[in-house]
């Protein structure tokens, strides 16, 4: 039995903010090609509002993940957070939502980084925690409110909203793990200085030999560990920089568009970062049968990508209206232009007299 076997998740959760920017208003304003939202499969993405970041967000998803987990906060031994928006530079934000879910003090709690793939980093190692006996259950939250250099291409989808996971032992659980297989290089695709307002990217280095490399070796090595195929999987779930890659990467592996379309939510809302992937298998999970089997891919710039397989089992029909689903979420949306926007995201430096 690999070590993932032993282990599933309890409960799971998202939240998307209620503002909605059309990428055509942002192609208007900065004098974009018209089709560079078309190209890229993207309507619209999701602001945070002006009293939200990564923080509200995250205890958003992460109480809907209670909630369908039906334990008690106290039994969390451990709450880890992964985000590249962190509201404070210096102060953890995992004990912040701790503390508000009423799971402090007993408990561990830091904030994990590795781009969009630290909630993922974090998941694979809370597997292996929980798997080992020292916690019972684990809370892992992605959460990001996204930026991205005004006028920059990267503004068309830096979006917002979190997802959160239970994991804790294999019974009882709504879904549990098979297997996961990280694959890791230094490669500099997107960074972001110390005291810099916004990231910067290798444009050339997006797709190859970032994206795509990473992700489609990490689901090889997945394949060769337990000699799964993609006939095996009845959804596949790629980190969704954009609304195309996630697509194409599944075309390179075997994968048909009917797997990957259910959980492919950046077309709705952009690019949520350190929810981006894990959005999907929360959508998904709100969806899917017993015994179906999950593909999850996320990736990370940086970079690195981990590949999971995930079988639902009968307790995710019990659990998944117990909180609002992703679909909820997707239709509780208000339309805001590129003034609002910047407002929301202090885009604006206000002049003092």
Same mark, same amino acid.
């Given at each position: ?8 998740i309890l409960?799971w ?6 503002w909605?920017?059309p990428?055509?208003d942002?192609?208007r304003?900065?004098?974009f090609?018209?089709?560079e939202?078309e190209?890229?499969?993207v309507?619209?993405?999701?602001v ?6 990564s923080?509200t967000?995250?205890?958003e998803a992460?109480?809907?993940a209670?909630?369908?987990a039906?334990?008690?906060p ?7 957070f992964?985000?590249e928006?962190k ?10 939502i701790?503390?508000?879910l ?5 408990t561990m709690?830091?904030?994990w ?5 630290a ?7 809370s597997i292996g925690?929980v ?14 409110t996204? =930026? ?5 291409v990267l503004e068309?989808? +830096?979006s /917002?909203? %979190?997802t959160?996971l239970? &994991?804790g ?5 709504a879904?549990?793990?098979e297997?996961?297989y990280t694959?890791?290089?230094?490669t500099?695709?997107?960074?972001r200085r110390a ?5 910067l990217h290798g ?6 030999p ?5 992700i ?9 560990r ?8 009845d959804?596949?779930i790629?980190?969704?920089p954009?609304g195309?890659?996630p697509?194409r990467v599944?075309?390179?592996l075997?994968f048909p568009k ?9 077309p709705?809302?952009?690019?949520s970062?350190?929810?981006s992937?894990?959005?999907g298998?929360?959508k998904?999970?709100d969806?899917?049968?017993?015994? =179906?089997?999950?593909l999850?891919?996320?990736?990370g710039?940086? +970079?690195g /990508?981990? %590949?999971?397989s995930?079988? &639902?089992?009968?307790?995710v029909?019990h659990?998944?209206?117990r ?12 339309l805001?232009d590129y003034a609002l926007?910047a407002?929301y995201r202090?885009?604006?430096?206000r002049?003092?007299?």
């Amino acid at each position: 039995m690999n070590p993932e076997e032993k282990t599933g998740i309890l409960g799971w959760g998202s939240y998307i903010p209620r503002w909605r920017l059309p990428l055509a208003d942002i192609a208007r304003v900065w004098g974009f090609n018209p089709k560079e939202p078309e190209e890229l499969n993207v309507l619209e993405k999701s602001v945070a509002g002006v009293d939200e970041d990564s923080v509200t967000m995250g205890w958003e998803a992460a109480r809907n993940a209670l909630k369908r987990a039906g334990i008690n906060p106290r039994e969390i031994g451990l709450v880890w957070f992964g985000t590249e928006s962190k509201p404070y530079a210096v102060k953890p934000s995992a004990t912040i939502i701790a503390e508000a879910l009423d799971i402090t003090p007993d408990t561990m709690a830091t904030d994990w980084e590795f781009a969009c793939r630290a909630a993922s980093e974090a998941l694979r190692a809370s597997i292996g925690v929980v798997a080992s006996g020292m916690v019972k259950y684990a809370l892992i939250i992605g959460s990001d409110t996204a =930026q991205a250099n005004p006028g920059d291409v990267l503004e068309f989808t +830096a979006s /917002s909203a %979190a997802t959160a996971l239970i &994991v804790g032992p294999r019974e009882g659980a709504a879904a549990f793990f098979e297997a996961s297989y990280t694959y890791v290089t230094d490669t500099p695709d997107f960074w972001r200085r110390a005291h810099a307002h916004y990231p910067l990217h290798g444009e050339a280095f997006t797709g190859e030999p970032a994206y795509f490399h990473h992700i489609t070796n990490a689901v090889k090595g997945l394949f060769e560990r337990t000699g799964l195929k993609p006939d095996d999987f009845d959804y596949a779930i790629f980190h969704q920089p954009n609304g195309t890659f996630p697509l194409r990467v599944g075309r390179m592996l075997g994968f048909p568009k009917e797997k990957i379309l259910p959980g492919l939510v950046t077309p709705y809302i952009g690019n949520s970062y350190n929810s981006s992937a894990l959005i999907g298998l929360s959508k998904v999970l709100d969806e899917a049968k017993p015994g =179906q089997r999950i593909l999850l891919a996320p990736f990370g710039s940086g +970079a690195g /990508s981990d %590949a999971y397989s995930i079988v &639902v089992t009968e307790e995710v029909v019990h659990r998944r209206e117990r909180a609002p689903k992703v679909s909820d979420y997707l239709q509780r949306k208000q339309l805001i232009d590129y003034a609002l926007y910047a407002k929301y995201r202090g885009l604006i430096d206000r002049i003092k007299g």
